[in-house]
C-alpha cells in the first residue's frame, strides 16, 4: 500500500501514531509504504490542537525510516 500523506492529524506527533496509524492497520497483511503530507510536518499549534514541541517530521522519521 502507498500512503500518500497525512498519516497523523493534525500535527504529526509521536504520541498519536499508535492510535492513528498502528491500531487502524494493525491486520493489513503487505507493506506500507508512506510518503509524508502537511500535517505530518506540520508543527504550528492551532486551536485545538495538542502542545506539539517535537520538530518537523519527527513522528514519521521515527516511524517509517531506517537509520542505515
Known amino acids: 500500500m502507498y500512503h500518500l500523506g497525512d498519516v ?3 500535527n ?7 492510535s492513528e496509524f498502528y491500531e487502524p492497520y494493525q ?3 503487505a507493506l506500507i509504504f508512506a510518503i509524508p ?3 505530518d510536518r ?3 499549534v492551532q486551536k485545538g ?3 506539539d514541541p517535537e520538530p ?3 513522528g514519521f522519521y ?3 525510516c531506517d537509520t542505515a
Open 56 to 58: 518537523s517530521l519527527y
Open 37 to 39: 503530507g502537511n500535517h
Open 8 to 10: 497523523i492529524y493534525f
Open 12 to 18: 504529526g506527533q509521536s504520541s498519536l501514531y499508535k
Open 27 to 29: 491486520y493489513y497483511p
Open 49 to 51: 490542537d495538542l502542545p
Open 62 to 64: 521515527n516511524n517509517f
Open 42 to 44: 506540520d508543527t504550528r
